[in-house]
T-cell receptor, first 116, second 112 residues
Framework: EPEVTQTPSHQVTQMGQEVILRCVPISNHLYFYWYRQILGQKVEFLFSFYNNEISEKSEIFDDQFSVERPDGSNFTLKIRSTKLEDSAMYFC??????????????FGSGTRLTVV | GENVEQHPSTLSVQEGDSAVIKCTYSDSASNYFPWYKQELGKRPQLIIDIRSNVGEKKDQRIAVTLNKTAKHFSLHITETQPEDSAVYFCAASINSGYALNFGKGTSLLVTP
């Protein structure tokens, strides 16, 4: 079964540093997303990406975050000037076109970010 | 924006019993309602989803019901097994290509 791949699985960084989280979505999916989950809390939407641009974003997604698609497969989330409260599990996800009626999102296994 | 409420936050049942988790949503434009199972330290995995043109959907021991008028939907797990123990999240979205708004999760414990 196709998978969404995320690297690294765990990232420890010092407060104020920049981190890059990487994702390889499922190859025939067109919609890509980043979510985060603070330990013990619900999964929160950050933004969605379609046709090489951000299509929807939440209030969490501010100037601290940026996204790139450096090639046709990789998808990166950059977090600048990390803060302690950025510590969370970050999930990448992808989904087929909106016209599909089955198979919603597929989540990656996540990157656990720890800011110290 | 969409607000999804989920109850209960914890649920403990004996093996073989049924478990029901309920969610309500606020945005009448939402029409896609997936349920995810998350085991400790792992990714959320889709277990079942329903769209607003359907009132009920079943997949073996799992069923989801949707009442669009009342804006609530429920997950039903029958004949629970210890391996059903996990955190279950409901979510709502305008469509499968849009943001998922998650509930806060229900920690289900199935005791042998």
């Amino acid at each position: 079964e196709p998978e969404v791949t995320q690297t690294p699985s765990h990232q420890v960084t010092q407060m104020g540093q920049e981190v890059i989280l990487r994702c390889v979505p499922i190859s025939n999916h067109l919609y890509f997303y980043w979510y985060r989950q603070i330990l013990g809390q619900k999964v929160e939407f950050l933004f969605s990406f379609y046709n090489n641009e951000i299509s929807e974003k939440s209030e969490i997604f501010d100037d601290q975050f940026s996204v790139e698609r450096p090639d046709g497969s990789n998808f990166t989330l950059k977090i600048r000037s990390t803060k302690l409260e950025d510590s969370a599990m970050y999930f990448c996800a992808s989904s087929p076109t909106m016209t599909r009626t089955r198979n919603g999102y597929t989540f990656g296994s996540g990157t656990r970010l720890t800011v110290v | 924006g969409e607000n999804v409420e989920q109850h209960p936050s914890t649920l403990s049942v004996q093996e073989g019993d049924s478990a029901v988790i309920k969610c309500t949503y606020s945005d009448s434009a939402s029409n896609y309602f997936p349920w995810y199972k998350q085991e400790l330290g792992k990714r959320p995995q889709l277990i079942i989803d329903i769209r607003s043109n359907v009132g009920e959907k079943k997949d073996q021991r799992i069923a989801v019901t949707l009442n669009k008028t009342a804006k609530h939907f429920s997950l039903h797990i029958t004949e629970t097994q210890p391996e059903d123990s996990a955190v279950y999240f409901c979510a709502a979205s305008i469509n499968s290509g849009y943001a998922l708004n998650f509930g806060k999760g229900t920690s289900l414990l199935v005791t042998p």
